[in-house]
């Protein structure tokens, strides 16, 4: 299983970007999945969780702006993002904390690559 983050770029503040999780492979089942950042000199932090229900949640700093949805028949996992920030800039991680296969064999703390996100005018 490999999961492929994809979608970030240079935003102008004020300014929205989609993430996308894309896991790859011969997958039965996705548990929770999380988006994290990582700014320079910073450790990583959560930015949202969503779990195999649909359940989510945020970090106080992106509440009402960022959205994650999940779309399993596409084993994707989306982040919206809304009214960027400069302090938003940091490159995004995702990670699936368990997933199974089709052989029912389970795959736990996968990562996907990081995506740069760069808000700035």
């Known amino acids: 299983v490999q999961l492929q983050a994809s979608g970030g770029g240079l935003a102008q503040p004020g300014g929205s970007l989609r993430l996308s999780c894309a896991a790859s492979g011969s997958i039965f089942s996705i548990n929770a999945v999380a988006w994290y950042r990582q700014a320079p000199g910073k450790q990583r932090e959560l930015v949202a969780r969503i779990t195999g229900g649909g359940i989510a949640n945020y970090a106080d700093s992106v509440k009402g702006r960022f959205t994650i949805s999940r779309d399993d028949a596409k084993n994707t996992v989306y982040l919206q993002m809304n009214s960027l920030k400069p302090e938003d800039t940091a490159v995004y991680y995702c990670?699936?904390?368990?997933?199974?296969?089709?052989?029912?064999?389970?795959?736990?703390?996968?990562w996907g690559q990081g995506t740069q996100v760069t808000v700035s005018s």
């Open positions: 990670n699936a904390d368990k997933v199974l296969n089709n052989y029912y064999e389970a795959e736990y703390d996968v």
